[in-house]
């Protein structure tokens, strides 16, 4: 299990939830995600094509579940975020 905590860095951007910097050429692969939106605005979780429109909503101070199809078939590197500047996302991930 890991804990992450990403922090939104610019309105209505998508960014990586895990910045390539931190995992540079890997893959992290995982069984399950849980979100907590602990900002004040809405966000949404996706791919890189996630949106103010588009993806996954995480209302504020709520919590979701992401899980894959199938045991280890999820890959962190794949999942951004998109919401309001300043709003914390926080992640814990079942590997």
Aim: aromatic share 6%; proline share 7%; hydrophobic share 40%.
């Amino acid at each position: 299990m890991h804990l992450l905590q990403v922090t939104i860095a610019s309105t209505n951007k998508p960014q990586p939830i895990i910045p390539a910097a931190v995992v540079p050429g890997r893959v992290m692969p995982f069984q399950q995600l849980i979100t907590q939106n602990n900002g004040s605005n809405e966000m949404r979780i996706g791919d890189s094509s996630v949106s103010s429109t588009r993806g996954i909503v995480l209302w504020p101070s709520g919590s979701n579940t992401v899980s894959p199809a199938l045991q280890y078939s999820g890959d962190l590197t794949e999942f951004y975020v998109n919401g309001t500047a300043g709003d914390i996302l926080d992640i814990m991930v079942l590997d």
